[in-house]
């Protein structure tokens, strides 16, 4: 079955930068549309980045060009490169996979798959 591991949070000051990885594994991963999500305490799960099997993007408005998201089909791993990180961006980040098809990637429910998070915080 899918599993997703993240890694590479951590804590760094105010615009500092971080590279988030995600390692997918127990199945094929190449036509898969992958996301990273975010959860600060207290607030829902927030879509942060989706890739789609053809290296496509797209972003939340929040990201304002700080963030890109990359993935690595032979490894196979997704990546989330963060730049001049804002203390707002402190959160969990989870990696998903599988969108059902033709749905809005910022809708929680409709990916198949989670990771268990990795922590940022941002000071």
């Known amino acids: 079955h899918v599993q997703l591991v993240e890694s590479g949070g951590g804590s760094v000051e105010a615009a500092g930068s971080l590279t988030l990885s995600c390692a997918f594994s127990g199945a094929t991963y190449s036509r898969r549309c992958m996301a990273w999500f975010r959860q600060a305490p207290g607030k829902g799960r927030e879509a942060v980045a989706a890739?789609?099997?053809?290296?496509?993007?797209i972003y939340g408005d929040f990201v304002e060009g700080r963030f890109t998201i990359d993935r690595d089909n032979a490894k196979p791993t997704l990546y989330l490169q963060m730049n001049a990180l804002r203390p707002e961006d402190t959160a969990m980040y989870y990696c998903a996979a599988d969108l059902v098809t033709g749905g809005d990637w910022r809708s929680v429910d409709l990916w198949s798959y989670w990771g268990q998070g990795t922590q940022v915080t941002v000071s």
């Open positions: 890739a789609d099997a053809d290296r496509r993007t």
